[in-house]
């Protein structure tokens, strides 16, 4: 079994009004003809409020890995994600080598996880740091997925909102190099180039990392996960090969639909949204993601154990989370967690049984807080 590194984008994004609707957007196919302005959408209003959404796109029931299943934009590392040309780029356009390692690497002040101090994706000895390469892997499959190019003149603040090129006007010539980024990444490279533009690293978050479980295999990832924020939301042109629908909606929907069984979410997916659908402000999100990726974040590989009414899930910190996450555990029946917790020891752990989640926990979670599940 081989892991391979991986990086997903939440894109939290602000709604053109305070009642936000759960609607799935325009299905723009990628051909070289005029898109197809089929709107399916749900026009009813919602009592669960927020005044921004969060961008979940749908991977195709063809996908050999969470077929059929609403995810954040992303997908796997690739070389050109790490590579040297990218500081070409960067010194070309204004950003100098040492100053962008050393922005980058000082936004988290606590001990990394593995895949940013050890990565196994890197094949560069002079290319770009993980906390560069991670976030151009996640603009670059934000962009393959959806069509939402995160890129930032170079004359303007990095700190600023990002100007995209995509946006109403998804012309041939960006419908082209996506299809050449499918194929190369080092096409991504020559776009940037070719614009006179790079990548928004500086808009991404750390929010958490999450590794695939054994019982989930074959195929494992190790994923880096980040936020992204925009002050509106982007319309969304599918590549309809790895995803085939999307939609923007609050955290409390999207949460609320999986309680109901309308889509299917993958562990953490509803853990990352519940963690999300404690703020109803896209501003406060914002300055909380901000302050808390200083915290930096922790690899979670999950030791799940399967049984007739469901799964139990067990984390780093909890007490009995191995000390080889690949080892397979037994279920414990007599356990009274709120005694055990009272006593000092530590729970960290999940309880799932079909669409609904329990977290039991009095584990620090590198200032997160706790997420909110709808059962």
Wanted: include cysteine; hydrophobic fraction near 35%; charged fraction near 25%.
């Amino acid at each position: 079994m081989a892991w391979r590194e991986a990086a997903t984008l939440i894109v939290a994004a602000r709604s053109a009004n305070t009642s936000l609707k759960s609607s799935i957007g325009p299905v723009l196919k990628n051909t070289s003809s005029a898109v197809d302005k089929k709107t399916y959408g749900d026009d009813r209003s919602t009592k669960i409020h927020a005044d921004y959404g969060v961008l979940m796109a749908k991977r195709s029931n063809r996908s050999s890995f969470m077929a059929s299943t609403y995810v954040f934009p992303g997908g796997v590392v690739d070389p050109s994600d790490y590579s040297s040309k990218w500081w070409s780029l960067f010194d070309k356009l204004g950003y100098q080598k040492d100053n962008l390692i050393k922005t980058m690497s000082s936004r988290v002040c606590a001990p990394r996880p593995p895949m940013i101090t050890h990565p196994i994706s890197s094949n560069h000895n002079d290319g770009l740091i993980p906390d560069i390469a991670l976030r151009i892997t996640a603009i670059r499959e934000a962009f393959e997925e959806t069509g939402l190019l995160i890129l930032v003149d170079p004359q303007s603040k990095p700190e600023e909102s990002p100007k995209k090129l995509l946006d109403d006007n998804f012309n041939e010539e960006l419908l082209d190099w996506r299809s050449r980024i499918r194929q190369n990444g080092e096409a991504f490279i020559e776009m940037c180039h070719r614009f006179k533009k790079i990548p928004n690293i500086w808009s991404l978050y750390e929010w958490w990392n999450w590794a695939t479980p054994k019982l989930e295999g074959p195929k494992r990832f190790d994923t880096m996960f980040y936020i992204h924020f925009a002050d509106y939301q982007s319309k969304v042109i599918l590549d309809n090969t790895e995803v085939t629908n999307f939609k923007w909606a609050t955290p409390k929907e999207i949460l609320q639909e999986f309680a109901e069984k309308k889509i299917i979410l993958a562990p953490p997916q509803v853990f990352e949204l519940g963690r999300i659908a404690n703020f109803d402000n896209l501003t406060d999100l914002q300055k909380f993601s901000v302050d808390r990726e200083k915290q930096s974040v922790e690899k979670w590989l999950p030791v799940l154990i399967k049984h007739p009414k469901g799964r139990e899930v067990y984390l780093p910190g909890d007490i009995l989370y191995p000390d080889d996450p690949e080892t397979d555990l037994e279920l414990i029946n007599d356990q009274n967690e709120s005694e055990l917790m009272n006593s000092g020891v530590t729970i960290n752990r999940i309880r799932s049984h079909e669409n609904s989640f329990t977290y039991i926990s009095n584990y620090k979670t590198y200032g997160h807080l706790k997420p909110i599940f709808i059962t």
